[in-house]
Structures are given as C-alpha cells and as structure tokens.
C-alpha cells in the first residue's frame, strides 16, 4: 500500500522559504511521476508542480521560477524548495503520485495522496 506522509510546513513571513518533504512508502518515488498541489480554504485543489520518473518538471505559473520540485532517490523522499514566499501561497500543500512515469498537472491523473502540511505567509 503506497502511503505519502508530508512535513516541513509552517508560519514564514512574506519573503522567505520552507522546504517541503514527502515521505513515500510502498512506491519508489524515481520510478514514478510525483506531484504537489494547494489548497487554501474555499477553493479548488491547484496544481504546483510534477517531476517525472526522468526528472522533467512542470510548474504552474504561479510558482515558476519561486519554486523547485527534486527527488531525493536515496531516501525515497520528494521534495518542494519554496522561495521568496507570499501571502498568496498560503494553503495546505499536499504530495502525489500516479502510476506513470509522465508528469501531469491534473489532479485527476493522480491515484495516492499524503495528508497535507499546512504553509501559512504572513505580510
């Protein structure tokens, strides 16, 4: 059974960093496409970024250039470097995977789900 667990969130202020961890268990996160997405209170699920199982990656506009999605193959770890953070990125941030090695914007495309972590940016 595959099992994603996520940490690293917490409160920053405008301008600064967090780095996102997603520990996977019953998938080898190389072998896979792997995802984070958003949610903030009252809106939909947002696509952040996906890294194939080549390491081709994928950002959505919002992050671009602020955010770097990477694997740490030896510990089975996906990871999410977040710079120069803003207010509008306060949501919890979830990690995903799906059974194919493309990456995908799509929420629907992915099958496994960790719980979330919270990242909240104050002003």
């Known amino acids: 059974q595959v099992q994603l667990v996520e940490s690293g969130g917490g409160l920053v202020q405008a301008g600064g960093s967090l780095r996102l961890s997603c520990a996977a268990s019953?998938?080898?996160?190389?072998?896979?496409?792997m995802g984070w997405f958003r949610q903030a209170p009252g809106k939909e699920r947002e696509f952040v970024a996906s890294?194939?199982?080549?390491?081709?990656?994928l950002y959505s506009d919002a992050v671009k250039g602020r955010f770097t999605i990477s694997r740490d193959n030896t510990k089975n770890i996906l990871n999410l470097q977040m710079n120069s953070l803003n207010p509008e990125d306060t949501a919890v941030y979830l990690c995903?995977?799906?059974?194919?090695?493309?990456?995908?914007?799509?929420?629907?495309?992915?099958?496994?789900w960790g719980q979330g972590t919270q990242v909240t940016v104050s002003s």
């Open positions: 019953g998938r080898t996160v190389s072998n896979y496409a």
């Open positions: 890294i194939s199982r080549r390491g081709s990656t």
């Open positions: 995903a995977t799906r059974s194919s090695a493309l990456y995908s914007s799509d929420r629907y495309d992915y099958n496994y």
